[in-house]
């Protein structure tokens, strides 16, 4: 990355996504590598608690209202809520457990019968 560049790991508190991002804090929440500004303050959320819980409820209601309403079938029509499958009767839906551990991968439209 340029010199001046800043990354901002929001992830940090679940392993990060940056390989020189580590946990700061809000009392010290930014450090320098290679001329390139980390931010990585683990559980930002947890600094606006009643926002944060407004948000990610506003971002989840509907899905959890799909699944509540129409079940599985939420599941197969909307790709989103595929994406969270991880197995199915007996079948591993999520390839990236199944390339970690070679296991056998099934997509998950074909494993729920979605068209």
Same mark, same amino acid.
């Given at each position: ?29 930014? !450090? ?11 559980n ?8 944060s ?5 506003n971002q ?20 989103a ?12 839906? !999520?390839?990236?457990v ?6 056998? !991968? ?10």
């Amino acid at each position: 990355m340029r010199n001046g560049s800043v990354i901002v790991d929001v992830a940090v508190d679940q392993g990060g996504c940056v390989e020189t991002t580590h946990p700061t804090t809000h009392s010290q929440p930014t !450090y320098e590598i290679d001329g390139v500004v980390h931010y990585c303050v683990a559980n930002m959320p947890g600094a606006v608690p009643r926002t944060s819980t407004f948000a990610l409820n506003n971002q989840t209601a509907g899905y959890v209202l799909a699944l509540a309403n129409q079940g599985l079938d939420a599941v197969r029509k909307d790709p989103a809520l595929r994406h969270g499958l991880n197995t199915y009767r007996g079948e591993l839906t !999520y390839p990236t457990v199944a390339t970690a551990f070679a296991l056998t !991968y099934t997509d998950p439209g074909l494993a729920l019968g979605a068209s």
